[in-house]
């Protein structure tokens, strides 16, 4: 039992020894994929234009996110640059409300990016970066004009930026956590039932990601 012990622990030490030299070896360059989830605050902006005055609401609901990314990165130096694109689900406690004639909600339902990062490696396995990217998002309309309700998607562009901390689990495993900031462009909204009516949407999030490099 005791020389059991004593080769479990000589093991364990073994195994702790071989990790944190894994880890000194621990490469930020190569293709990369990885899952992310998280949680978002998304503001829409609704303007309405009237014969006399424009009346500007900014709305607040909570949502979250997950999805995947896949990238590629590489080290110059203490300097690692990268390329990656992601695709993500989104979901919305609210909506963006629209009032008039109709009533209408706008929820952004999924997204697509693509886009570049610069970081720099500190303290061997920590990874600080920035981010900016193009993004493409899908969003929900729904209408109701007495009984009727029409529903039907749309698609915006709009731009993210952002920044994040990566740590290095093993050589090829890590976990990150990561804010951004997306926005979409501004887009009008009377060809979803809602005249003289535009929509943008801004949106923070907090995200946690686990990654694997090839």
Known sequence: MRLAIMMFAAGASLSSAA???????????????????????????VRTSGPVTTISQAQRHSG???????GYDLELG????????????????????????????LR????????????????G????????SYVNTRIQTSNRNGAVIANSHINK??????????????????????????RT???NAAPYGFQNTSVSYHDHAGLVGFGIRF
Do not use: M
């Open 108 to 123: 952004p339902q999924a997204e697509a990016e693509g886009g570049a990062r610069v970081g720099f490696q500190v303290a």
């Open 64 to 70: 979250g996110s997950a999805g995947v990314q896949g």
């Open 125 to 132: 396995r920590f990874l600080a970066y920035g981010k900016g």
């Open 78 to 105: 203490p300097v690692v640059v990268g390329v990656f694109g992601g695709y993500a689900l989104l979901t919305s406690q609210g909506c963006g409300t629209l009032g008039g004639a109709n009533q209408g909600c």
């Open 185 to 187: 462009e501004r887009f």
């Open 157 to 182: 562009d709009g731009f993210r930026v952002g920044g994040g901390v990566e740590y290095a689990v093993l050589p090829r495993v890590y976990v990150k956590a990561e804010y951004s900031y997306t």
């Open 19 to 45: 990790v944190a030299q894994s880890g000194d070896d621990y490469s930020f360059t190569g293709p990369r994929a990885e899952f992310l989830a998280g949680y978002s605050r998304q503001l829409p902006s």
